[in-house]
């Protein structure tokens, strides 16, 4: 049995590559960016106005008389710059319009009367403010967005901006869900006494969209000669498998045995942790399939989807996932031997997080009611009120 780290570190080493494609602006949400973006020119791309008011000329300004300018013209959004004809005059603009040539001061209209096209101002007037100077933000050919960065909305805005119609990312692997057991039924099915609905294989296809990744679900009963002539296939046929159930030690969990058959290499099974310790986790060097085989308790496949899974699937894009750290509301005492990752609550009025409480790996109810895990290094210890700890976020 390994140690998380040495889970991880093992997982990390085995990075997906699966190419790139070009993609539509609209559609290029969540998706890693597979090449460095450049800026195609200044940002603002002139000096722009960012208050409605007039524009002036500073050095028109004086301290020992009332400022008065008349209005030549007014300066509108996406109107062709206009020119400031008398040095002591002023033309109205608008928020996101350019800044008139030969003046350097905007006077808000918050801040000046105005009678028959005359400007009165009625404070003291800061030269050379509410204007936001061309290539303030970034120059032209200066790095926007970086390789590997998972696009935001936001960033969907930048590319827009900058006039990418189509990006450039990173390809999606292949991915098949499959669930083991005999006693699972089909969603809509009204199971009998000894049967449950499958659930995991849903809750991980519905993470997997968030990721943009439309994933397959597969059904195998635990009989040895049907698993191992669906996962054959589904070895061949995917770039990942992602398996929940069957790698335990009971006399019907057979899935380690059959990877191994189909010349899955297991690179480890067992991890000292707290739910999730049967994960077992193998790569097939001639077909290169990455084998994430997770124990089938909800709350043990969530976990280590999210912990494992995810964090190789940012790793195959250049891009790591970051963990935020948490403050405990309360103590916490740790178990000896194992990791853990426990439940745990975001609490509305400090954002602090405190434990929640769950009926084991089993309790797939428990999740409805879980914003995350904490991570607890193995290590009998008793963490106080106040201690930071990393935050898995489930989705």
Known sequence: MI???????????????YGTEKVSLQHVLHRFLAEDIFADRDSPPYDRVMMDGIAINSSALSTEQPNIFFIE???????????????????????????????????PYE????????AFSKQSV?????????GSDYKKDALALQKGKRLTAADVGLLAAMGVVRVTVFGLPKIAIVATGNELVTVETIPESHQIRMSNVYSLQASLQLDCIDADIVHINDNKATLFSQLSEIVKNY??????????????????AILEKLDVQKLFHQVAQKPGKPFWFGHHPVLN???????????STFVCFHFYFRQWLFHSFGNGLKLPLVQLS???????SLSQFIPVKINSHDNNVSATLNNGSGDLFSLAVTDGFIYLPKGEKTH????????LTIN
């Open 3 to 17: 140690s998380v780290e040495e889970a991880l570190e093992i997982i990390l080493s085995k990075p997906g590559n």
């Open 73 to 107: 013209s007014i300066q509108a959004a996406g109107d062709t710059q206009k020119i400031l004809q008398q040095n002591h005059h002023c033309i109205e603009v608008m928020t996101g319009a350019i800044l008139p040539v030969n003046t350097d001061t905007v006077i």
């Open 111 to 118: 801040q000046i009367d105005i009678i028959d096209k005359r």
């Open 126 to 134: 800061v030269p050379k403010k509410h204007i936001h100077r061309q």
């Open 239 to 256: 770039d990942v498998v992602l398996i929940s159930g069957g790698v335990s030690k009971g006399k019907y969990d057979f899935v380690p």
């Open 289 to 299: 399939t990455q084998v994430f085989a997770f124990p089938g308790n909800p709350v």
């Open 330 to 336: 309360g103590a916490i005492t740790a178990s000896g």
């Open 384 to 391: 106080p009120a106040k201690t930071m700890f990393s935050f």
